[in-house]
Protein backbone atom coordinates (compact mmCIF):
# COMPACT_ATOMS: atom_id res chain seq x y z
CA UNK A 1 0.00 0.00 0.00
CA UNK A 2 1.09 3.75 -0.07
CA UNK A 3 0.39 4.82 2.82
CA UNK A 4 0.48 3.34 6.63
CA UNK A 5 -3.44 4.36 6.41
CA UNK A 6 -3.65 1.74 3.36
CA UNK A 7 -2.11 -0.50 5.11
CA UNK A 8 -4.62 -1.24 7.87
CA UNK A 9 -7.53 -1.54 5.46
CA UNK A 10 -10.04 -3.93 4.97
CA UNK A 11 -12.71 -4.15 2.80
CA UNK A 12 -15.77 -2.62 5.18
CA UNK A 13 -17.82 -0.29 5.21
CA UNK A 14 -19.66 1.48 7.49
CA UNK A 15 -22.53 -1.08 7.64
CA UNK A 16 -20.41 -3.89 8.53
CA UNK A 17 -18.19 -1.61 10.91
CA UNK A 18 -21.38 -0.96 13.05
CA UNK A 19 -22.35 -4.14 12.69
CA UNK A 20 -19.32 -5.73 14.54
CA UNK A 21 -19.48 -2.69 16.72
CA UNK A 22 -22.69 -3.63 18.28
CA UNK A 23 -22.00 -6.83 18.42
CA UNK A 24 -19.03 -6.54 20.62
CA UNK A 25 -19.24 -2.70 21.97
CA UNK A 26 -21.07 0.74 22.98
CA UNK A 27 -21.67 3.49 21.18
CA UNK A 28 -21.35 6.62 22.75
CA UNK A 29 -23.66 9.74 21.02
CA UNK A 30 -22.08 12.18 19.35
CA UNK A 31 -22.03 15.38 20.61
CA UNK A 32 -24.61 17.73 18.36
CA UNK A 33 -23.09 21.13 17.20
CA UNK A 34 -23.88 23.69 14.39
CA UNK A 35 -22.41 22.61 11.07
CA UNK A 36 -19.53 24.28 10.17
CA UNK A 37 -19.74 26.78 7.51
CA UNK A 38 -19.31 26.03 3.52
CA UNK A 39 -15.82 27.47 3.03
CA UNK A 40 -15.35 26.70 -0.53
CA UNK A 41 -17.84 27.29 -3.78
CA UNK A 42 -16.65 24.40 -5.87
CA UNK A 43 -17.75 20.88 -5.52
CA UNK A 44 -14.55 18.99 -4.52
CA UNK A 45 -13.20 16.89 -7.60
CA UNK A 46 -14.61 13.27 -6.04
CA UNK A 47 -13.93 10.52 -8.97
CA UNK A 48 -16.89 10.71 -10.45
CA UNK A 49 -16.02 12.98 -14.03
CA UNK A 50 -14.23 11.08 -16.68
CA UNK A 51 -11.98 13.98 -17.48
CA UNK A 52 -10.91 15.13 -13.83
CA UNK A 53 -7.74 17.08 -13.38
CA UNK A 54 -5.08 15.73 -11.37
CA UNK A 55 -5.24 18.09 -8.89
CA UNK A 56 -7.75 21.13 -7.57
CA UNK A 57 -7.22 24.23 -6.18
CA UNK A 58 -9.72 26.64 -3.99
CA UNK A 59 -8.96 29.57 -2.04
CA UNK A 60 -10.52 30.16 1.65
CA UNK A 61 -9.32 33.56 1.56
CA UNK A 62 -6.05 35.20 -0.80
CA UNK A 63 -3.56 34.16 1.56
CA UNK A 64 -4.94 30.44 2.45
CA UNK A 65 -5.20 27.74 -0.42
CA UNK A 66 -6.43 24.16 -0.06
CA UNK A 67 -5.18 21.59 -2.61
CA UNK A 68 -6.68 17.96 -3.52
CA UNK A 69 -5.09 15.35 -4.94
CA UNK A 70 -7.53 13.28 -7.35
CA UNK A 71 -8.48 9.91 -6.34
CA UNK A 72 -7.61 8.92 -9.89
CA UNK A 73 -4.01 8.99 -9.20
CA UNK A 74 -4.35 7.87 -5.53
CA UNK A 75 -7.22 6.48 -3.60
CA UNK A 76 -5.93 8.71 -0.38
CA UNK A 77 -7.20 11.84 -2.21
CA UNK A 78 -4.98 13.79 0.21
CA UNK A 79 -5.21 17.35 0.76
CA UNK A 80 -2.81 20.14 1.13
CA UNK A 81 -2.77 23.26 2.95
CA UNK A 82 -0.94 26.63 1.51
CA UNK A 83 -0.67 29.27 3.68
CA UNK A 84 1.20 32.78 3.15
CA UNK A 85 2.65 35.19 5.56
CA UNK A 86 4.58 38.40 4.66
CA UNK A 87 7.87 36.47 5.52
CA UNK A 88 7.61 32.93 4.66
CA UNK A 89 4.99 30.63 3.02
CA UNK A 90 3.77 27.11 4.63
CA UNK A 91 2.98 24.33 2.86
CA UNK A 92 1.11 20.86 4.45
CA UNK A 93 1.93 17.77 3.09
CA UNK A 94 3.15 17.22 -0.12
CA UNK A 95 0.21 14.50 -1.18
CA UNK A 96 0.31 10.42 -1.81
CA UNK A 97 2.22 8.21 -4.32
CA UNK A 98 1.11 9.23 -8.21
CA UNK A 99 0.96 12.64 -7.35
CA UNK A 100 2.24 15.34 -9.03
CA UNK A 101 1.64 18.07 -6.22
CA UNK A 102 4.50 20.10 -6.74
CA UNK A 103 4.31 21.92 -10.09
CA UNK A 104 0.77 23.47 -8.67
CA UNK A 105 1.99 24.46 -5.52
CA UNK A 106 4.46 26.39 -7.64
CA UNK A 107 1.86 27.88 -10.27
CA UNK A 108 -0.05 29.36 -6.42
CA UNK A 109 2.97 30.58 -4.98
CA UNK A 110 3.92 32.45 -8.65
CA UNK A 111 0.57 33.78 -9.28
CA UNK A 112 0.25 35.14 -5.46
CA UNK A 113 3.57 36.44 -5.19
CA UNK A 114 3.12 38.53 -8.61
CA UNK A 115 -0.30 39.89 -7.39
CA UNK A 116 1.65 41.11 -4.32
CA UNK A 117 4.45 42.43 -6.42
CA UNK A 118 6.94 40.14 -3.99
CA UNK A 119 10.16 38.63 -4.97
CA UNK A 120 10.69 35.01 -3.77
CA UNK A 121 9.67 33.98 -0.08
CA UNK A 122 11.11 30.96 1.92
CA UNK A 123 8.73 27.53 1.74
CA UNK A 124 8.59 25.77 4.61
CA UNK A 125 7.26 22.23 4.07
CA UNK A 126 5.62 20.65 7.01
CA UNK A 127 3.59 17.09 7.27
CA UNK A 128 0.07 16.65 9.14
CA UNK A 129 2.35 13.38 10.12
CA UNK A 130 5.12 11.13 8.25
CA UNK A 131 2.72 8.45 6.76
CA UNK A 132 3.05 7.92 3.03
CA UNK A 133 0.27 9.44 1.45
CA UNK A 134 1.55 12.57 3.16
CA UNK A 135 4.89 12.59 2.56
CA UNK A 136 5.45 11.25 -1.32
CA UNK A 137 6.32 14.28 -3.02
CA UNK A 138 8.88 15.03 -0.40
CA UNK A 139 11.78 14.63 -2.77
CA UNK A 140 10.24 17.25 -5.39
CA UNK A 141 10.20 19.59 -2.94
CA UNK A 142 13.62 19.21 -1.58
CA UNK A 143 14.94 19.90 -4.81
CA UNK A 144 13.28 22.95 -4.91
CA UNK A 145 15.71 26.21 -4.15
CA UNK A 146 14.81 28.40 -1.30
CA UNK A 147 13.27 25.53 0.70
CA UNK A 148 13.08 23.59 3.62
CA UNK A 149 11.61 20.66 4.41
CA UNK A 150 11.15 19.11 8.25
CA UNK A 151 12.03 16.22 8.89
CA UNK A 152 9.31 13.14 9.86
CA UNK A 153 9.98 12.52 13.30
CA UNK A 154 8.64 13.86 16.63
CA UNK A 155 12.80 14.98 17.26
CA UNK A 156 12.72 16.59 13.85
CA UNK A 157 9.72 18.55 14.27
CA UNK A 158 9.89 19.67 17.68
CA UNK A 159 13.38 21.51 16.64
CA UNK A 160 12.18 23.12 14.02
CA UNK A 161 8.80 24.36 15.62
CA UNK A 162 11.13 25.16 18.83
CA UNK A 163 9.18 22.60 21.20
CA UNK A 164 10.91 21.66 24.37
CA UNK A 165 8.46 19.03 25.91
CA UNK A 166 6.81 17.22 23.17
CA UNK A 167 4.11 16.46 23.36
CA UNK A 168 2.60 18.91 25.58
CA UNK A 169 3.83 22.15 24.32
CA UNK A 170 2.60 24.22 21.64
CA UNK A 171 4.31 26.58 19.74
CA UNK A 172 4.14 29.40 17.18
CA UNK A 173 5.23 29.71 14.21
CA UNK A 174 4.92 33.18 12.47
CA UNK A 175 4.87 33.54 8.51
CA UNK A 176 5.38 37.17 8.98
CA UNK A 177 2.36 38.73 10.49
CA UNK A 178 0.49 35.56 11.09
CA UNK A 179 1.35 33.70 14.09
CA UNK A 180 -0.01 30.03 14.09
CA UNK A 181 0.09 27.47 16.48
CA UNK A 182 1.19 24.12 16.39
CA UNK A 183 -0.42 21.27 18.34
CA UNK A 184 1.13 18.01 18.75
CA UNK A 185 -1.43 15.13 18.08
CA UNK A 186 0.66 11.54 18.69
CA UNK A 187 -1.78 8.78 18.33
CA UNK A 188 -2.46 8.00 14.98
CA UNK A 189 0.76 8.32 14.40
CA UNK A 190 3.54 10.00 16.55
CA UNK A 191 5.25 12.49 14.62
CA UNK A 192 1.00 13.80 14.08
CA UNK A 193 0.57 17.48 14.63
CA UNK A 194 -2.65 20.25 14.18
CA UNK A 195 -2.16 23.76 13.14
CA UNK A 196 -4.60 26.24 14.22
CA UNK A 197 -4.13 29.38 12.45
CA UNK A 198 -6.44 32.51 13.78
CA UNK A 199 -6.98 34.59 11.14
CA UNK A 200 -8.94 32.32 9.51
CA UNK A 201 -9.92 30.89 12.67
CA UNK A 202 -9.76 27.35 11.05
CA UNK A 203 -7.92 24.13 12.66
CA UNK A 204 -5.71 21.86 9.95
CA UNK A 205 -6.34 18.85 11.78
CA UNK A 206 -4.85 16.10 9.44
CA UNK A 207 -5.91 12.50 9.97
CA UNK A 208 -6.58 12.87 13.69
CA UNK A 209 -9.93 14.71 12.79
CA UNK A 210 -11.86 14.92 9.13
CA UNK A 211 -15.11 12.94 7.71
CA UNK A 212 -13.64 9.73 7.36
CA UNK A 213 -12.76 6.68 9.08
CA UNK A 214 -9.85 8.08 12.52
CA UNK A 215 -7.58 4.86 12.09
CA UNK A 216 -6.06 4.63 15.74
CA UNK A 217 -3.30 1.15 16.83
CA UNK A 218 -4.84 -0.09 19.55
CA UNK A 219 -1.53 0.48 21.43
CA UNK A 220 -1.41 4.04 20.97
CA UNK A 221 -5.05 4.65 22.20
CA UNK A 222 -3.88 6.52 25.25
CA UNK A 223 -1.88 8.63 23.65
CA UNK A 224 -4.65 9.54 20.94
CA UNK A 225 -6.71 10.39 24.13
CA UNK A 226 -4.32 12.61 25.65
CA UNK A 227 -3.81 14.59 22.31
CA UNK A 228 -7.60 14.99 21.71
CA UNK A 229 -7.93 16.16 25.39
CA UNK A 230 -5.14 18.67 24.91
CA UNK A 231 -7.02 20.05 21.76
CA UNK A 232 -10.10 20.39 24.02
CA UNK A 233 -8.52 22.24 25.85
CA UNK A 234 -7.13 24.73 23.44
CA UNK A 235 -10.42 24.58 21.23
CA UNK A 236 -12.23 25.84 24.65
CA UNK A 237 -9.99 29.44 24.96
CA UNK A 238 -9.62 29.36 20.86
CA UNK A 239 -12.67 30.51 18.25
CA UNK A 240 -12.73 27.53 15.28
CA UNK A 241 -14.87 28.13 13.01
CA UNK A 242 -13.94 24.67 11.20
CA UNK A 243 -11.45 21.58 11.19
CA UNK A 244 -9.99 20.66 7.82
CA UNK A 245 -8.70 17.34 7.89
CA UNK A 246 -6.57 15.53 5.35
CA UNK A 247 -9.10 13.26 3.85
CA UNK A 248 -12.78 12.59 2.57
CA UNK A 249 -14.31 9.29 3.37
CA UNK A 250 -17.80 9.34 4.66
CA UNK A 251 -20.46 10.49 2.22
CA UNK A 252 -23.70 13.04 3.16
CA UNK A 253 -25.39 10.19 4.89
CA UNK A 254 -24.70 10.11 8.72
CA UNK A 255 -22.45 7.33 9.91
CA UNK A 256 -22.27 6.03 5.92
CA UNK A 257 -18.54 5.77 4.53
CA UNK A 258 -17.58 4.50 1.10
CA UNK A 259 -16.33 1.23 0.62
CA UNK A 260 -12.42 1.43 1.21
CA UNK A 261 -9.96 2.44 -1.70
CA UNK A 262 -12.65 3.61 -3.70
CA UNK A 263 -11.53 5.56 -6.59
CA UNK A 264 -14.98 7.59 -6.70
CA UNK A 265 -16.60 9.80 -4.51
CA UNK A 266 -20.19 10.52 -5.01
CA UNK A 267 -22.53 12.21 -2.82
CA UNK A 268 -18.97 13.47 -0.53
CA UNK A 269 -19.39 14.46 2.95
CA UNK A 270 -18.06 18.11 2.45
CA UNK A 271 -14.65 18.60 4.11
CA UNK A 272 -15.24 21.08 6.95
CA UNK A 273 -15.89 19.32 10.10
CA UNK A 274 -18.16 21.85 13.34
CA UNK A 275 -15.91 22.68 16.19
CA UNK A 276 -18.42 20.26 18.10
CA UNK A 277 -16.38 17.46 16.39
CA UNK A 278 -13.73 18.21 18.52
CA UNK A 279 -15.94 16.80 21.49
CA UNK A 280 -17.71 14.34 20.31
CA UNK A 281 -14.75 12.41 19.27
CA UNK A 282 -13.05 13.25 22.72
CA UNK A 283 -16.47 11.81 24.28
CA UNK A 284 -15.92 8.73 21.84
CA UNK A 285 -12.74 8.06 22.81
CA UNK A 286 -13.81 7.44 26.36
CA UNK A 287 -15.13 4.23 25.35
CA UNK A 288 -12.94 1.19 25.53
CA UNK A 289 -11.75 1.00 22.53
CA UNK A 290 -8.64 -1.01 22.70
CA UNK A 291 -10.11 -4.37 21.06
CA UNK A 292 -9.39 -4.35 17.42
CA UNK A 293 -11.49 -4.05 14.60
CA UNK A 294 -14.60 -2.61 16.23
CA UNK A 295 -15.19 0.61 15.10
CA UNK A 296 -17.41 3.20 16.74
CA UNK A 297 -19.47 5.04 14.15
CA UNK A 298 -20.33 8.71 14.39
CA UNK A 299 -22.33 10.72 12.28
CA UNK A 300 -19.12 12.77 10.38
CA UNK A 301 -16.17 10.07 11.14
CA UNK A 302 -15.84 6.85 12.57
CA UNK A 303 -13.31 6.09 15.54
CA UNK A 304 -11.43 2.93 13.98
CA UNK A 305 -9.07 0.57 16.27
CA UNK A 306 -6.28 -1.10 14.24
CA UNK A 307 -3.67 -3.84 15.21
CA UNK A 308 -0.77 -2.55 17.25
CA UNK A 309 1.49 -1.44 15.11
CA UNK A 310 4.79 0.39 15.91
CA UNK A 311 5.45 4.20 15.45
Do not use: C
Not at 11 to 33: D, E, I, Q, Y
Not at 169 to 197: K, V, W
Amino acid sequence: MASGRGSWRSNTTAALVLAAFLAGSALVAPARSLPAPALFRETWIDGTAAGEPETQVQAIDGDTFVIRQSVKTNFEAPFLYLLFGQDRILLVDTGAENGVLRPTVDRVIGEWLAAHHRGQLPLIVAHSHSHGDHIAGDAAFRERPNTTVIGLKPADVASFFGMKNWPQSIAIFDLGGRALSIIPTPGHQAAHIMIYDPRTQILLSGDALYPGRLYVPVNHMDEERASIDRLAAFAATHPIRAALGAHIEMTRTPGRDYVQQALAHPDEHRLELSPGSIGALQNGLKAPLEREWHGQVHDDFIVYPVPPRPQ
